[in-house]
Structures are given as C-alpha cells and as structure tokens.
C-alpha cells in the first residue's frame, strides 16, 4: 500500500523478464501501522490500498492500457511497459492471518502466506467458494524456529491439516520478536531434507 502499484507492476514485469518467466511476488497490508505516517497515508487505509493496488498491477500487466478509477487511484488509459514474460503476470503471494485477509487472498487468487499455527481454513473455504479446485492452492508456512534440526512432525501435521494444498517450505526464522532473518543455506539443507522425509 505504500508503493504506487503502476511502478511496481513496471518492476515485477522487469524481474519477471529477468528470471525468464521464473518470478512469483508476494505483497501484504505491512506489519507496522505507524511507517504510514511519513508516507502520509492513513492505516486505514491498508486494505482498500492494496485491493485496489493488485487490479491495477493486473491490468498493468494485460495487453490492454490501464483505466481505473477507484477510491485512491484515477488511471486513464496508460500502458505499462514492460509486459511480463508470464501471461496475465507473476503469480501473486499475499501475506496473511487474519480471517479476512486470507479470504481476500483467495479472492484474488493468490497463494497464501501466514504464520506458523494459524488455520487456514477460512482461506481454503473462500478458495473453493470461488469455484477453484483445492488442488490450485497454494499455501506457505513461515515457522516460527526453523533453525537446527527442525522437527519433521511439524510438516506432517501442517499437510495433514491442509489436505491436498501445495505446502512450500518457508525461506525466512523468526526469534519470535518480530524479526526475521533468512536462514542459511545450512538450516534450508536441513529443513528440506526432514520436509522430504515428513512426504516420504
């Protein structure tokens, strides 16, 4: 919600170019509700903002010109240049836990991306009520402590729960304060090998 969502369609289509039809993007609301200060946007505004910030990236990103009027953004007749290399764009990640927020996801027909031991079922719901197939979903888990040996029934319980979903392993820790950091190549290593075992 803080980046005008033409510029960022601009630059996921370059990246999308790049990586040779390779990239997928994640967006979300933002964490911190007081960094909208100094952009001078209100908190409130969050979701509407990206709402309507994922339609202009994916008009942006079809072959016709971007016209759009809605609450934050008037947009008559500009086409965004460089189109990307996937047709109809990047697939879209949406960051979330709350209710809502994951049935927007599902809304909009993006993966979901949320914290260890939050449901997703209202995402799966909103999903197949849509009148997608379950297998179409996509779901991530950021787990809490991936680090060291990880503890595989973990995995086996999350992609019980979820049934068929695709469930991909997640890049990032956290210490639980907030802050998350990528893991190292050694953790991934490990954390890949007992996710194998866990399908195994």
Request: proline share 6%; aromatic share 8%.
């Amino acid at each position: 919600p803080l980046y005008h969502p033409l510029r960022v369609a601009e630059d996921a289509a370059t990246i999308d170019g790049i990586a040779d039809g390779r990239f997928e993007m994640g967006v979300g609301l933002g964490g911190e509700r007081e960094g909208f200060q100094g952009f001078g946007i209100e908190a409130a505004e969050r979701a509407t903002r990206l709402e309507e910030s994922i339609e202009l990236l994916r008009q942006a990103w079809s072959a016709e010109p971007v016209k759009f009027s809605g609450a934050h953004f008037e947009i008559d007749d500009i086409d965004v240049v460089p189109k990307p290399v996937q047709s109809g764009g990047p697939p879209l990640w949406i960051g979330a836990g709350a209710p809502e927020a994951q049935r927007r996801a599902a809304r909009f027909g993006a993966g979901l991306f949320l914290p260890e031991g939050v449901s997703p079922e209202p995402y799966i719901e909103a999903w197949e009520g849509a009148g997608n197939r379950r297998d179409d979903a996509r779901l991530a888990v950021l787990l809490e402590d991936c680090s060291g040996e990880a503890d595989p029934s973990r995995l086996e319980s999350f992609a019980e729960r979820v049934g068929a979903l695709d469930v991909l392993a997640p890049a990032y820790r956290s210490d639980g304060s907030g802050n998350n950091s990528l893991a190292s190549a050694g953790e991934l290593e490990s954390f890949a090998a007992h996710w194998r075992r866990a399908l195994e």
